[in-house]
């Protein structure tokens, strides 16, 4: 079973840094080729927040263009979201989710649990 855990949230304050953590197990995670983060503030919808596929440049939400990139580290079979000046309305549920691309294992959509980001003075 594929599983992605994510880790690093927490309690910023407005400017600072956040360093999210994301791995994978249960794949080769060169087939777990397509990984992003999401985020989910309360009463609201769960939005795209970043994208990395395989080696190709991430993709990210306008809203945190210039202030997060997201990396991948094959060798610990990790993604990471660098989150930096980060605001107020960056706070929220922050989630994990690998998928592939490959035909064989393109019934994986694999989800974390969440980790809690809040941005506040």
């Known amino acids: 079973q594929v599983q992605v855990v994510e880790s690093g949230g927490g309690l910023v304050q407005p400017g600072g840094s956040l360093r999210l953590s994301c791995t994978a197990s249960g794949i080769m995670f060169r087939y777990l080729d397509i990984m992003a983060w999401y985020r989910q503030a309360p009463g609201k919808q769960r939005e795209l927040v970043a994208e990395?596929?395989?080696?190709?440049?991430?993709t990210l939400a306008d809203s945190v263009k210039g202030r997060f990139t997201v990396s991948r580290d094959n060798d610990n079979q990790a993604v990471y979201l660098q989150m930096n000046d980060l605001k107020p309305e960056d706070s929220a549920v922050y989630y994990c989710?690998?998928?592939?691309?490959?035909?064989?294992?393109?019934?994986?959509?694999?989800w974390g649990q969440g980790t809690q980001v809040t941005v506040s003075s």
């Open positions: 989710n690998g998928r592939s691309a490959y035909r064989a294992f393109s019934h994986v959509d694999s």
């Open positions: 990395k596929i395989s080696s190709s440049p991430e």
